[in-house]
């Protein structure tokens, strides 16, 4: 199984440039178009949220346009840029969207390794939080397959990044219950996140966590005290968590983080006349 990681798209309205600058839209093509040229395809495409920029409903046919092209099927959660609603609106037509319920979080039964895909949104705040009842939730989806292995989406990283403003805490409330529910089911195999644009790799509750980059801009890497978080020309890229059958260390899941763009001429290592 491969599992394609994008996140943060941030998608304005057609012929707007978030923060005047960056063309999200064309940085999102070229991330589509890269997945699509990948040879074996990922079995799925998951977006950890912020698809567009404000949350508004001019923001996202487009975001959805540009998703529907590609050839993997796409699952998403919602980002703090996001509105649940638009969200909602935007992708009424996929099955995994959860038909009531306050929050947008399910559960993907359909690949070797499950998907349980939280929402950490607080409206109008850029911080996440997960209550009580989201995780009761969680814990009843990791209770139900304890020996199948998962992967748990949210969108913000429940850790410090070590960078300064609102992606400096992910979490404001909820976070030692996570690092306790992880730790209670080592079936976990990745905690898979986006929101700090830059990728990144953690641990928390004993579960590694990956962070994804940015399909858009990228956060520049600061880490003084007096810094103040810089957009960058960075740029994007994804993840690919492939769930490999390893002769010594059994099944396991390898994360890549590849960056989209143009690096120049594609040398083939040969020795002898014949690969390597
Ligand atoms: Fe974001
Ligand atoms: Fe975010």
């Known amino acids: 199984m491969i599992l394609a990681h994008i996140s943060d798209s941030h998608i304005e309205a057609p012929g ?32 950890t949220g912020d698809i567009v920029h404000h949350g508004e409903a001019a923001q996202y046919p487009p975001a959805r346009e540009i998703l529907a092209g590609l050839k993997a099927p796409l699952y998403a959660i919602p980002g703090n840029h996001d509105s649940r609603e638009g969200f909602a609106e935007a992708f009424a037509d996929q099955p995994w969207l959860p038909k009531d319920g306050p929050f947008l979080h399910y559960t993907v039964e359909d690949f070797p390794v499950r998907l349980v895909c939280l929402d950490t949104v607080v409206p109008g705040q850029p911080w996440g939080t997960l209550c009580a009842e989201r995780l009761a939730w969680l814990e ?20 410090a ?13 909820g976070g030692a219950e996570f690092a306790a529910i992880l730790g209670r089911h080592a079936q976990v195999q990745r905690v898979l996140c986006g929101h700090s644009h830059r990728p990144m790799l953690g ?52 994360s890549h983080y590849v960056p989209v763009g143009d690096f120049g001429e594609r040398r083939v290592l040969l020795r002898d006349g014949k690969r390597v």
Request: aromatic share 8%.
């Open 16 to 47: 707007v440039l978030t923060y005047g600058t960056f063309d999200a839209a064309a940085s999102l093509r070229r991330v589509v178009a890269a997945l699509n040229a990948c040879d074996p395809q990922p079995d799925a495409v998951l977006h």
């Open 140 to 159: 009843s989806q990791l209770a139900a397959q304890p020996m199948r292995p998962t992967i748990v989406a949210c969108h913000h990283p429940p850790f």
């Open 161 to 173: 990044t070590g960078l300064t403003g609102s992606t400096k805490v992910g979490l404001d409330q």
């Open 203 to 254: 641990v928390f509750g004993g579960r590694p966590v990956w962070v994804a980059p940015a399909t858009c801009y990228q956060f520049e890497a600061g880490f003084s005290a007096e810094n103040t978080l810089a957009l960058t020309q960075e740029p994007p890229g994804y993840g690919l968590h492939l769930w490999l059958e390893d002769p010594v260390a059994g099944p396991g899941l390898v």
